[in-house]
């Protein structure tokens, strides 16, 4: 069946620390999205990404769609980078809805 | 920047009560989505919504719940007898089309408590 799994489940950082979090996929996608939950609950999105390499800041993301995998990059991470990251894909063949992984919780420490 | 905007942003009902979320998508999109995050587990898709009907929902979406686009700019989940599993952070999503290259904005979520 379809999945999306996500890896490390959780990490500790200390600031200023660069990690990558990685999102394999188990089939061809549409779309594929990367979001930051913060601590208030709310989804920030931070990608749109379904191939290609993308930029914004000290976060940068690449999505390998013929090898079924995306990663995260964060660069010198920040206490306010805290949270959970999700991977969210939309496949080709399973309708129109984004199917998210289970997340990777990171803590950034001073 | 547009954004998609939720109400109320906590709602607490008893069980067994109706309760309705509210969301006002970004004004030229023509999908919107439900989507529930029960605390600490996945987000999960609940129902797509286009031209005025549901176009694919999930097996959680059962005969409790039901949306509407009310008016031009309202988006609304209705949740009829609530139960104490009812209780999860819903998040209304929009988009401007259909699957392929089209992304989904989120909303910051409506926490429902149910007591």
């Known amino acids: 069946g379809i999945q999306v799994e996500q890896s490390p489940p959780d990490l500790i950082l200390q600031e200023g620390a660069n990690s990558t979090l990685r999102c394999n996929f188990s089939d061809s996608v549409n779309n594929l999205q990367w979001f930051h939950q913060n601590p208030w609950g709310q989804l920030i999105n931070l990608f749109y990404i379904p191939s290609g390499t993308k930029q914004n800041g000290r976060l940068s993301a690449t999505t390998v769609a013929t090898e079924r995998y995306s990663l995260l990059y964060i660069s010198s991470s920040q206490t306010t980078d805290s949270g959970v990251y999700f991977c969210a894909v939309e496949f080709w063949e399973y309708g129109n809805k984004l199917v998210f992984g289970a997340g990777t919780i990171l803590r950034v420490k001073s | 920047e547009p954004e998609v905007t939720q109400t109320p942003s906590h709602q607490v009902t008893q069980m067994g009560q109706e309760v309705i979320l509210r969301c006002v998508p970004i004004s030229n999109h023509l999908y919107f989505y439900w989507y529930r995050q029960i605390l600490g587990q996945k987000v999960e898709f609940l129902v797509s919504f286009y031209n005025n009907e549901i176009s694919e929902k999930s097996e959680i979406f059962d005969d409790q719940f039901s949306v509407e686009r009310p008016d031009g700019s309202n988006f609304t989940l209705k949740i009829r007898s609530t139960k104490l599993e009812d209780s999860a952070m819903y998040f209304c999503?929009?988009?401007?089309?259909?699957?392929?290259?089209?992304?989904?904005?989120f909303g910051p979520g409506t926490r429902l408590t149910v007591t």
């Open positions: 999503a929009s988009s401007e089309g259909k699957g392929g290259s089209y992304e989904q904005y």
